[in-house]
């Protein structure tokens, strides 16, 4: 309803092409119900016989709404940053604990590997260097209590089917996309090279699907997630391609907002209404129930459930404390709520070949995405690089990375809480490159000062791309068979063997002990030969399995001999809760979910920057304002180290590659530890597929080398 709004005839327009595709998939179904042979299986399957319902628009809004929130949004993490940072100050005193906060927090670390090489800024999303006085919502200790969305127990045949279900049946990793630019200039066959990747999990059927639509208006071949709408999101025009990788900046803040009563009557912490520009205004009570029921696709026992949020004008609640007594309301508020179509007019255009000529119009036309991504371009000429997202714009001094005390002169600029609309950062203070020699991206730090999204270490994988990217450009111009290679050949690396292992070892040194001595001369050998987990042969194990066992053992060990003495027991517990490791299995709390992506989030950065700072602190760029191993100190840093090695080498191999969820027959002939790393299928239909071998890659690769192109 909204589009024609605010965009007249080009919003009219995505509405008619979106009735028009639904119109679309229901001339199907109705075609599926009066001959069987067309309706799949999978309907009679999961209990659905007469197959599905009619689609309508506004399940369109569902679709992009969810694969919007999993893998186009950024921040939000706001109240979890704020637990460490009064950890921190709890444990170090409120001015070292803030400085030890930001260390960890590495909103803008200067050695964080970039997708856009060049010496412009882009300043967004980082710490301040001079706080708005009273902008940072610090609660009174104690006071914290978070807000549940789930009314009551769930109703279920098992008590132990619903943390199952509540934890999403779609489980994405939230940013695993990848993408390798070569220039025209550093290609042998004169034109740009391209390998896009974009990663969206492992199910069956695959959530991607292939798409080819021709007409006026329309003139491409790729894909698209399935309920998403008419859209071609990533593929390629008749001579240029394009792709995506999830960015993450920030688009959500945690805002505080005073309580009050509408009767007039003193505010607790449980009041109902919230102090908003002079007024009380009541929150607003949304209920949705759920029930599900077992089937081939999901055996998961049936129940139901119901969840309840409040919404206030300044975003949804999520927690409640007081601040110096006063009782206030944390809200949620994300820029791209209640306008999840919005980004349809940028990929409308791309669509469309008489929209898109040049890099130049690319990049324009991806301004109109407001979800948080970097989109890539490549034609018969010229690469380009733009990241988006509707990033809204902070008054001087507001820290996005902690919660904001609500007051007129915190809040976002240009906000109108009626439409939630919001002046947002233009094109020319966004990243983005035009004919860089290379651009690569695995969700790193987009530019200098930006983004604030993530944790952005000096280790990330995208080095694993583009260290061998620029290796080879050194020697020579690129092939397109050499930008796949460099791809493929990332995707078996273990990233901690690469660049943190080589640190550990230099400073364990040849220990005197023979097992540990042979310990290292493994771990050795298999950095020397790239650190991969992989099976050459094909015969069901690691080629090198006893490094990578080594490797899994000592990881269990290295961040607590690091961190731990110095922290204390109780904050390295909290910060260790908060870096799980981004391993092969996909590991996180009490799930096994075998995603295959890996090396994003976990210790390993902050192991390697504190290592290096040890050995060589001269060399080590934006230092932190602790030493950790060994509390600086070489000699007492190396027998922190030397004990962790041998700690790991009493690890169980049993317990370390322990599954639940694994069977004997789920793996094959893969042993333990391979079949641990390997990646398993989510089954969404009657169709089950064999788990395969770890990679880590994306789900769906395109390979672009434009030959030609139209009269510009």
């Not at 740009?192 to 974009?198: D, K, R, S």
Request: aromatic fraction near 8%.
């Amino acid at each position: 309803d909204q589009l024609p709004k605010l965009y007249g005839e080009a919003g009219a327009n995505l509405v008619a092409d979106g009735q028009a595709w639904c119109d679309g998939v229901n001339a199907y179904i109705a075609a599926a119900k009066l001959n069987p042979l067309l309706m799949p299986a999978e309907y009679a399957a999961i209990g659905r016989p007469a197959g599905p319902e009619n689609f309508k628009p506004t399940d369109i809004v569902n679709g992009a709404s969810l694969i919007g929130a999993m893998l186009g949004v950024g921040g939000g993490d706001e109240l979890d940053q704020l637990g460490r940072l009064m950890a921190d100050m709890k444990r170090f005193g409120a001015k070292r604990g803030m400085q030890i906060w930001a260390d960890f927090r590495s909103a803008d670390d200067p050695e964080a590997p970039l997708t856009d090489h060049g010496p412009n800024r882009f300043p967004y999303g980082q710490i301040p260097r001079r706080p708005l006085t009273g902008s940072v919502a610090l609660p009174d200790p104690g006071s914290l209590k978070f807000v549940s969305t789930q009314v009551g127990r769930p109703d279920t045949t098992s008590a132990r089917s619903a943390p199952g279900v509540l934890k999403g049946l779609l489980r994405f990793p939230t940013s695993d996309s990848n993408a390798l630019l070569v220039s025209a200039k550093r290609s042998q066959s004169g034109h740009p090279l391209a390998v896009f990747g974009t990663q969206a999990a492992y199910f069956e059927p695959e959530i991607w699907w292939s798409v080819e639509a021709h007409g006026p208006g329309f003139d491409v071949r790729g894909t698209n997630i399935p309920g998403t709408g008419p859209y071609v999101e990533i593929g390629r025009g008749r001579d240029y391609a394009w792709s995506a990788t999830s960015a993450g900046q920030d688009i959500v803040d945690v805002f505080a907002v005073d309580l009050c009563n509408a009767d007039g009557s003193k505010a607790t912490i449980d009041s109902m209404s919230y102090v908003y520009r002079g007024r009380c205004e009541p929150m607003e009570t949304l209920d949705r129930s759920e029930s599900w029921t077992p089937s081939l696709g999901d055996q998961t026992p049936g129940g139901s459930a119901t969840f309840r949020v409040l919404r206030t004008k300044v975003g949804l609640l999520a927690a409640r404390a007081t601040i110096r007594g006063t009782p206030v309301a944390y809200t949620r508020l994300r820029s791209t709520y209640k306008h999840e179509l919005d980004s349809a007019p940028g990929f409308q255009e791309w669509n469309d070949p008489a929209k898109i000529h040049n890099v130049g119009d690319f990049q324009r036309s991806a301004m109109k995405v407001g979800y948080t991504f970097n989109w890539f371009y490549a034609d018969d000429r010229d690469i380009g690089y733009i990241n988006t997202g509707a990033n809204p714009i902070r008054p001087r001094g507001v820290n996005g990375l902690l919660p904001i005390r609500w007051s007129p002169r915190t809040e976002w600029k240009g906000f109108d809480p009626e439409t939630n609309l919001a002046t947002y950062q233009p094109m020319n203070q966004r990243p983005q490159a035009i004919n860089q020699p290379y651009i690569v991206s695995w969700n790193n730090k987009q530019a200098r000062h930006c983004c604030g999204g993530s944790e952005y270490t000096p280790l990330w994988r995208s080095t694993l791309i583009s260290d061998r990217i620029s290796q080879q450009l050194k020697t020579g111009k690129v092939a397109l068979a050499d930008a796949v290679d460099t791809v493929e050949n990332a995707a078996t690396m273990d990233l901690r063997g690469d660049k943190m292992l080589p640190w550990a070892l230099r400073i364990v040194g040849t220990p005197k002990d023979p097992r540990l001595a042979a310990a290292t001369n493994t771990l050795r050998d298999w950095v020397a030969s790239g650190s991969h987990r992989l099976d050459r042969d094909r015969d069901g194990r690691y080629e090198q399995s006893d490094a990578v066992e080594l490797m899994d053992a000592w990881f269990t060990t290295l961040p607590r001999a690091v961190f731990e003495p110095r922290m204390g027991k109780a904050l390295f517990a909290r910060y260790d809760s908060h870096l799980l490791p981004d391993v092969p299995n996909s590991f996180h709390g009490d799930i096994h979910r075998h995603l295959g992506s890996s090396w994003e989030e976990g210790w390993w950065g902050f192991v390697q920057k504190d290592l290096r700072t040890v050995l060589s602190p001269r060399r080590v760029r934006g230092r932190w304002h602790a030493k950790w191993c060994g509390r600086g100190n070489l000699a007492r840093c190396r027998t922190a180290l030397t004990a962790s090695l041998r700690a790991a080498l009493a690890v169980d191999p049993a317990k370390l590659y322990e599954d639940p969820t694994l069977a004997v027959e789920d793996c094959g002939i893969m042993d333990r530890q391979a079949c641990y790393d390997a990646i398993r299928f989510k089954p969404l239909g009657a169709v089950s597929q064999p788990m395969i071998p770890w990679q880590n890659r994306p789900t769906q690769q395109q390979v672009v080398e434009v030959l030609g192109h139209r009269p510009r």
